[in-house]
């Protein structure tokens, strides 16, 4: 079987579920383009632990982190369903990378997760490997992450990974009152991203806090750009890039898209 892409995907605020956009047809597009997965392991920012954790549960519940949305937002439902026995296979890829590994068979879909797999593949007819994400580890331990997972897109898994290229809820707020946005970084950041990956250049975009414009403005804490290491690492180096969406969102949301495709 050839190797699947990994992906990395924005999952913006909640309300993208109630307004998609072009976003959230770009998404829709992403997974029409691809072969249908065995399972899909997916990361999301808001599923932090300490050391890694295995979503091994068979039903996933629809996780509504969050609070002051419209009324709509807490009524979607995302019938996901697990497979503990693709999750042992992600435990073992892990474990096989000299990672530790928990198993977590409660653990639902938070909206960093269900909101995008719901616009990629609405009738929840895929398997779910919820993974966690170690934000103490930095970008260097995101990237490490998904090494382990190197092994599993030859094995029908598809690795999605959401988060956002800019992700400032400070600048959120202010933007959303003031009703306009026009921050130079929402631009800036992101471009200089999209060409450090184009070309390959792993060691300044492990370096990205000293070396990207306005990269602590863009991210404050850098939880929700983690995940795009965990897709980059799970794709080996020098993985074909394609930039597969570019926009903004909320004002300072980024919504870029990646897909990485690992070497034959």
């Not at 597009?29 to 691809?34: E, K, Q, T, W, Y």
């Not at 503990?84 to 997760?113: F, I, M, N, T, Y």
């Not at 992101?190 to 370096?207: G, K, M, N, S």
Request: glycine share 10%; aromatic share 8%.
């Amino acid at each position: 079987m050839n190797p699947l892409p990994t992906l990395f995907v924005p999952h913006g605020a909640p309300t993208f579920a109630l307004r998609p956009g072009p976003a959230g047809a770009a998404l829709a597009r992403i997974s029409a383009g691809l072969p249908r997965p065995r399972a899909v392991v997916m990361v999301s920012p808001h599923w932090d632990t300490a050391e890694p954790e295995v979503g091994t549960g068979e039903r996933l519940d629809t996780v509504h982190d969050f609070y002051g949305f419209p009324a709509a937002l807490y009524d979607i439902s995302y019938p996901a369903t697990g497979c503990p026995e693709a999750a042992r296979e992600v435990a073992a890829a892990l474990k096989a990378g000299g990672l530790p590994v928990r198993e977590a068979p409660s653990q639902g879909l938070d909206h960093g997760a269900w909101i995008p797999l719901r616009l990629m593949y609405p009738d929840a007819d895929v398997p779910v490997v919820p993974l966690s994400l170690q934000s103490r580890w930095g970008v260097e331990g995101a990237y490490r992450l998904g090494q382990a997972l190197a092994p599993l897109t030859a094995r029908g898994f598809l690795v999605i990974c959401s988060g956002n290229v800019t992700h400032n809820l400070g600048d959120y707020r202010i933007a959303s009152m003031a009703g306009n946005g026009g921050l130079d970084y929402v631009r800036d950041f992101p471009a200089w991203l999209t060409e450090r990956l184009q070309q390959h250049d792993i060691d300044a975009l492990l370096d990205y806090r000293r070396q990207a414009p306005q990269a602590v403005r863009a991210h404050p804490s850098d939880e929700h750009l983690q995940p795009l290491y965990v897709a980059l690492g799970a794709a080996g180096r020098n993985a074909h890039v394609e930039h597969l969406h570019t926009g903004i969102s909320d004002y300072v949301l980024a919504m870029d898209a990646y897909a990485f495709t690992p070497l034959q």
